[in-house]
Antibody
Framework: EVQLVESGGGLNQPGGSLRLSCAAS????????MSWVRQAPGKGLEWVAG????????FYGDSVEGRFTISRDNSRNMVYLQMNSLRAEDTAIYYC??????????????WGQGTPVIVSS | DIQMTQSPSSLSASVGDRVTITCRAS??????LNWYQQKPGEAPKLLIY???SVAEGVPSRFSGSGSGTDFTLIISALQPDDFATYYC?????????FGQGTMVDVK
């Protein structure tokens, strides 16, 4: 059974940094692309960042490009989201999502339960 | 960025109703289109991928169609478990973007 467990969320001040982690199990982790998707309170879904499986290519949404960094550790079955220069508009539930495929990221067939990030002074 | 527009934004329906939700892309996304279901307090769930392929474990009452810019999600006979919000999402280009969602509630 695929399991994705996020951690690292919390309250942070504007301009601060936070690192989210996602522990994956139940599948051959290195084979699949992974993404972070967020949902602001009462709003819809926004794809934040993705990383391919074997090559580790990284891709970002417009609103986080240059501030957030996605990475993965295939030896530990972990994916991370380093969030810098946080803004109030980054407040959201952050979901870790596994892709259906390895290279073409963008079909999210398994999701974690999410970790909340609140950016406020 | 490719904009995804769903209609309606919300609808009220009864158990047993046929429900149709449409999604329009601002440019051609071929068949690179997915549908998700989300219930309050839960993570989204993949329903349909590649416009018309039903995801594993999804009941057969869910179906998807379309290509290019116009897509449809159909629930053939609404069940109590189907009251939720539905999102379309493309993966033709970066960034991947979602529609604004369609909330299906009880009439």
């Amino acid at each position: 059974e695929v399991q994705l467990v996020e951690s690292g969320g919390g309250l942070n001040q504007p301009g601060g940094s936070l690192r989210l982690s996602c522990a994956a199990s139940g599948f051959t982790f290195r084979t699949y692309a992974m993404s972070w998707v967020r949902q602001a309170p009462g709003k819809g879904l926004e794809w934040v960042a993705g990383i391919t499986g074997s090559t580790g290519g990284t891709f970002y949404g417009d609103s986080v490009e240059g501030r957030f960094t996605i990475s993965r550790d295939n030896s530990r079955n972990m994916v991370y989201l380093q969030m810098n220069s946080l803004r109030a508009e980054d407040t959201a539930i952050y979901y870790c999502a596994k892709d259906l495929r390895g290279i073409t990221l963008g079909t999210f067939d398994n999701w974690g339960q999410g970790t909340p990030v609140i950016v406020s002074s | 960025d490719i904009q995804m527009t769903q209609s309606p934004s919300s609808l009220s329906a009864s158990v047993g109703d046929r429900v149709t939700i449409t999604c329009r892309a601002s440019q051609d996304v071929h068949n690179f289109l997915n549908w998700y279901q989300q219930k309050p307090g839960e993570a989204p769930k993949l329903l349909i991928y590649d416009a018309s392929s039903v995801a594993e474990g999804v009941p057969s009452r869910f179906s998807g169609s379309g290509s290019g810019t116009d897509f449809t999600l159909i629930i053939s006979a609404l069940q109590p478990d189907d009251f939720a919000t539905y999102y379309c999402q493309h993966y033709e280009d970066l960034p991947r973007t979602f529609g604004q969602g369609t909330m299906v509630d009880v009439k």
